[in-house]
């Protein structure tokens, strides 16, 4: 069971670049979220979704493009890359929260450069 | 007012110390609570779930206080191996997270 894989672990942009961060899940959580974290930081909520087909923004969406044409899939896309997405990327999912099976799981991370 | 908030620390301990961090959210609609373990340049990974009634797992104790729109996490004995960023989570139909509080505990 891989849980939430995110790929890739590390990359460089540079400044006007495009880019999309992959995230799957294989255990079939209707919940997927995407997160940032700036160094010694805590995360910022970027887009979440609670079902194929629905995505809704978080605190700070500008910047990023997401869909969910799957249950499994959620990518995170950069059209224009700046240096203020420097960052570090956390995909995660849960099940329906308010069921008390709300626990996120977590993806290992990307660390994304613009420079 | 940020939607989640919490002490800023960090937290310089000596091992056996009791420790606590506390959170404040600002939308009392509020349905769940939940304090994360970061350790760094890892994952946050779940520590335990705040519940009304206040709930203990070994040495970590977890309050909620809805009126004041609080929540708590005790640490008693702290350990070498409890140095990390304690993470308070509030959902409120999705997952928003606070800043992180860091402890560090020495020997």
């Known amino acids: 069971n891989a849980g939430v894989t995110q790929t890739p672990k590390f990359r460089i942009l540079k400044i006007g670049q495009s880019m999309t961060l992959q995230c799957a899940q294989d255990?079939?959580?209707?919940?997927m979220y995407w997160y940032r974290q700036d160094p010694g930081m805590g995360l910022k909520l970027i887009y979440y979704?609670?079902?194929?087909?629905?995505?809704d923004k978080g605190e700070v969406p500008n910047g990023y493009n997401v869909s969910r044409s799957t249950t499994e899939d959620f990518p995170l896309r950069l059209e224009l890359a700046a240096p203020s997405q420097t960052s570090v990327y956390f995909c995660?999912?849960?099940?329906?929260?308010?069921?008390?099976?709300?626990?996120?799981?977590f993806g290992s991370g990307t660390q994304l450069s613009v420079l | 007012r940020k939607e989640v908030e919490q002490d800023p620390g960090p937290f310089n301990v000596p091992e056996g110390a009791t420790v606590a961090f506390n959170c404040t959210y600002s939308?009392?609609?509020?349905?769940?609570f939940f304090w994360y373990r970061q350790d760094c340049r890892k994952e946050p990974k779940l520590l335990m779930s705040?519940?009304?009634s206040g709930n203990e797992d070994g040495r970590f104790t977890a309050q909620l206080n809805r009126a004041s729109q609080y929540i708590s996490l005790l640490i008693r004995d702290s350990k070498l191996s409890d140095s990390a960023t304690y993470l308070c989570?509030?959902?409120?139909?999705?997952?928003?997270f606070g800043a992180g509080t860091r402890l560090t505990v020495k020997p």
């Open positions: 995660a999912s849960s099940l329906n929260p308010g069921t008390g099976e709300e626990k996120l799981f």
């Open positions: 255990m079939n959580h209707n919940y």
């Open positions: 979704s609670v079902g194929a087909g629905i995505t």
């Open positions: 939308n009392s609609a509020s349905q769940s």
């Open positions: 705040v519940y009304s």
């Open positions: 989570v509030v959902n409120l139909n999705d997952m928003r």
